[in-house]
Nanobody, 117 residues
Framework: QVQLVESGGGLVQAGGSLRLSCAFSGSSFSLFTMAWHRQVPGKQRELVAA??????KYADSVKGRFTISRDNAKNTVSLQMNSLKPEDTAVYYC????????????WGPGTQVTVSA
């Protein structure tokens, strides 16, 4: 069974940076698309960034500020977040889906990111 565990959230001032990490276990990491989503209370969870092989995609709101990267040797995926804004405040979730699947099948418990003005 795939398990995901996030780390690296916290409180940062606007303009600052944070790096989130997600440890993957339980299957062949290289066969999964990995992604970061985020959610604020009362709103739908939204895709922030996703990566598979050498391809990546980002939400328009984070392009140029966030970078997703994966280390297939260490079974980890990271999200480098720069130039953070108060509107980036959310719970961030690591997610995985087997290649070819439409929906993300596995989720981490989430990590809180709070950006103060």
């Amino acid at each position: 069974q795939v398990q995901l565990v996030e780390s690296g959230g916290g409180l940062v001032q606007a303009g600052g940076s944070l790096r989130l990490s997600c440890a993957f276990s339980g299957s062949s990491f290289s066969l999964f698309t990995m992604a970061w989503h985020r959610q604020v209370p009362g709103k739908q969870r939204e895709l922030v960034a996703a990566g598979y092989g050498g391809a990546t995609k980002y939400a328009d709101s984070v392009k140029g500020r966030f970078t997703i990267s994966r280390d297939n040797a260490k079974n980890t995926v990271s999200l480098q977040m720069n130039s953070l804004k108060p509107e980036d405040t959310a719970v961030y979730y690591c997610a995985a889906k087997f290649r070819g699947n439409d929906n993300y099948d596995y989720w981490g418990p989430g990590t809180q990111v709070t950006v103060s003005a």
